[in-house]
């Protein structure tokens, strides 16, 4: 009795299983549980983006088919067999012959047959952790097969943050933690006072979409995700070049990044602010003008605000990835102390900031809104940084999509996105950081610090420092002669 297509779809699969686990290789079985049944599948197109920590492929198919993924050693090889599929045409194999490799992890990619599957074989130049998953047709794309090769051990930024930093930014965010429970600072080791940090405050900034996620288009074909990425770079370069700050992007090329993955690429970065940069469209070319939201945790300022973050929501499922907001990383009782309090903190921080580039904005281009907006945009859901995001203008409105392009105007609104962020900083300086330290100088602020050890007095305090008893006292301000071990005391200028 012949084989029906749903029984030989089964006995495909477990065959591939068994070659597998016979071959003492590994496998990926997601496929095999959660993939529709093979059919007769044509590969229309391959894809490929590379980021610094990974690599994605995307196949295009005309149809649903099943996977089979296991990795080869000796040499390094991933092998991605395709139930009953074939590659659609010779142009479409002398396209996937031609992709750029450089940096993706891969040396080669050879395709074949093995039995009625195609066998897409990628010769690999270092180890990989391949994931892979599959997505249904939606707007933009049919099926599809996703291929993530991880590269254990590496950054999802450029230049990640110095140890030592990350470390005084996690001492500054566990006092702020402390201050909210109500709980008394942490004591401090009796030793002699290091000198100010004078850290640098780190801004991360998102240029939206990317990769597999174009974002909006203009009349004339420009990609949101290619704007962005311009004004994004732009940005970074001025912070960079301003003392006491230091950016980081969430990709520095054409990749996809999931909407939560950047705030918590913030988050690992010990990010002081975030700033999403996009340039959105809508389904007419006539409204046009910038605008700064931050985020909303009951609803939009407007039904613009409702329309563009749906359509920015929207992008995870394009990307492939969905899921809920995830405080894991917080102890569970502070979960509702930083939805509650922190979040309102940073809100206040994030509308204060959003004021300052919304009227920057304003001088360069009209604005659709002359307030800093609230919606619900999932890239702005970190409780514990100040976020913004900014719609540098719509893209479907043919003089803004011509005004984006331009290098010139490119820099006129990063300079905006830039001088508003740095101006709240300088009004309101993290404690560590060299903007404060400045401040404090500028206002006759202390000439050192130190911090008091076992057996110290305040009078050979003062004379170590050559400075007065009195102006030791007046600096602190303190009545007594009485100091405490680990206490930190400001040495002012003798």
């Known amino acids: 009795m012949p084989e029906t297509a749903p029984q030989s779809s089964r006995l495909r699969m477990m065959r591939g299983l068994r070659r597998c686990l016979a071959g003492g290789v590994m496998c990926s079985l997601a496929s095999l549980a959660l993939a529709p049944q093979a059919l007769a599948a044509k ?14 492929l995307v196949f295009d198919l005309d149809s649903a088919a099943s996977a089979i993924i296991f990795s ?52 690999l130049t270092r180890q990989v952790n391949p994931k892979d998953f599959t997505l249904a047709p939606n707007d933009k794309y049919g099926n599809r097969l996703v291929v993530d090769l991880e590269f254990p051990g ?25 201050k909210l429970k109500g709980e008394p600072a942490a004591p401090l080791p009796s030793s002699k006072a290091a000198t100010h940090p004078k850290r640098d405050i780190i801004i991360a900034i998102d240029p939206g979409h990317g990769g597999e996620d174009p974002g909006a288009s203009g009349p004339s074909g420009t990609k949101e995700k290619d704007v962005v990425l311009k004004i994004g770079k732009r940005l970074k370069r001025m912070f960079d070049e301003q003392p006491g700050f230091k950016a980081i992007l969430t990709r520095n090329s054409d990749y996809y990044i999931p909407l939560r993955k950047r705030t918590e690429i913030a988050r690992e970065q010990k990010a002081d602010f975030f700033v999403s940069v996009h340039a959105d469209a809508f389904n007419s070319p006539r409204p046009h003008g910038s605008s700064v939201f931050a985020l909303s945790s009951r609803g939009a300022t407007s039904e613009t605000a409702r329309w563009l973050a749906a359509t920015e929501n929207r992008a995870d499922l394009i990307g492939g990835v969905d899921g809920n907001l995830s405080l894991n990383d917080k102890d569970e009782m502070l979960r509702g102390v930083l939805l509650d309090l922190t ?37 702005l859901k970190s409780p514990d940084i100040p976020s913004l995001l900014v719609e540098t203008g719509f893209i479907s409105n043919p003089q803004e999509e011509r005004n984006l392009n331009s290098g010139a105007y490119q820099e006129k609104l990063a300079r905006s996105i830039f001088s508003g962020i740095q101006s709240h900083f300088e009004r309101n300086p993290p404690p560590a950081s060299l903007l404060a330290w400045r401040r404090s100088q500028a206002r006759g602020g202390n000439g050192g610090e130190y911090r008091v050890k ?11 420092h050559n400075v007065s008893m009195a102006a030791l006292k007046q600096a602190n301000g303190m009545s007594g002669d009485t100091v405490r071990v680990g206490q930190v005391l400001k040495i002012p200028r003798g």
């Open 72 to 123: 080869l050693d000796n040499p390094r090889r991933l092998v991605i067999d395709l139930a009953a599929s074939e590659v659609a045409s010779n142009a479409v194999k002398r396209k996937l012959d031609a992709l750029d490799l450089e940096g993706s992890a891969i040396k080669a990619i050879r395709t074949g047959r093995q039995d009625d599957a195609l066998r897409v074989v990628l010769d």
């Open 454 to 464: 076992s057996g110290d007095t305040l009078s050979e305090v003062a004379q170590r």
């Open 43 to 56: 590969v229309e197109n391959l894809r490929l983006w590379t980021a610094p920590d990974h690599t994605r």
């Open 154 to 178: 590496e950054s999802a930024v450029e230049n990640p943050i110095d140890p030592i930093e990350a470390r005084i930014r996690e001492q500054e965010q566990a006092a702020a933690k402390r």
């Open 343 to 379: 979040m309102t903190a940073t809100l206040n921080d994030s509308l204060a900031a959003g004021s300052g580039v919304l009227a920057n904005l304003g001088r360069i281009n009209s604005l659709h809104k002359r307030q800093v907006e609230q919606a619900g945009f999932v890239v």
